[in-house]
């Protein structure tokens, strides 16, 4: 279908899109400590990921993101889908990738520092606020688990909801 058939309008709601990955490397995690000079996350964990690029598809920016912030390749899968309600416009919307990545040396990020980190050890982290939630719902994923969905929003008194359609 041509763009002039897709109905966009400027009043309706729109969504960044953004990738998010998450490596394993057995019972390890490979997370970003963001930069003290970061703006946002600093001193802050995280996946690795970013922006999707225009003419990107979803798969091909978390390839290009992970091999930018870590230089490591590996196969990826989607593992979920976040909308993240900004109660604005636009609101984000987050494609959580993972996989398996059993070797390979890490490259020096501009975003901050890698680091390979035990699953039992997250919990104690300073982290962004969705990260254990995302940790341990990817733990609980079987193979062959459909991607989850869900809406990430703030409430009143400042508190991350994360509603689960799955």
């Known amino acids: 279908?041509?763009?002039?058939?897709?109905?966009?309008?400027?009043d309706r709601y729109m969504l960044i899109p953004r990738v998010l990955i998450f490596l394993t490397r057995g019972t390890l995690v490979l997370l970003l400590k963001g930069a003290?000079?970061?703006r946002l996350w600093?001193?802050?964990y995280n996946g690795v990921?970013?922006?999707?690029e225009p003419g990107e598809d979803i798969l091909s920016a978390a390839q290009r993101e992970l091999c930018e912030?870590?230089?490591l390749t590996a196969d990826l899968r989607l593992?979920?889908?976040v909308v993240v309600d900004t109660s604005e416009n636009p609101g984000i919307g987050i494609y959580v990738f993972t996989g398996e990545c059993p070797e390979g040396e890490l490259?020096?990020?501009?975003?901050?520092?890698?680091?390979w980190v035990s699953f039992t050890d997250t919990p104690k982290l300073p982290a962004v606020a969705d990260l254990l939630v995302f940790l341990d719902r990817i733990q609980k994923m079987e193979a062959g688990s459909p991607?989850?969905?869900?809406?990430?929003?703030y409430d009143r008194d400042g508190k991350l909801i994360m509603k689960f359609a799955n």
Do not use: I, W, Y
């Open 1 to 10: 279908m041509p763009a002039s058939d897709q109905g966009v309008s400027r």
């Open 36 to 38: 003290a000079t970061k």
């Open 42 to 44: 600093a001193n802050k």
């Open 49 to 52: 990921g970013g922006h999707v």
């Open 69 to 71: 912030e870590t230089g």
């Open 79 to 81: 593992c979920g889908t």
């Open 107 to 115: 490259a020096a990020s501009a975003e901050g520092t890698l680091e």
């Open 147 to 153: 991607p989850f969905s869900a809406r990430s929003f």
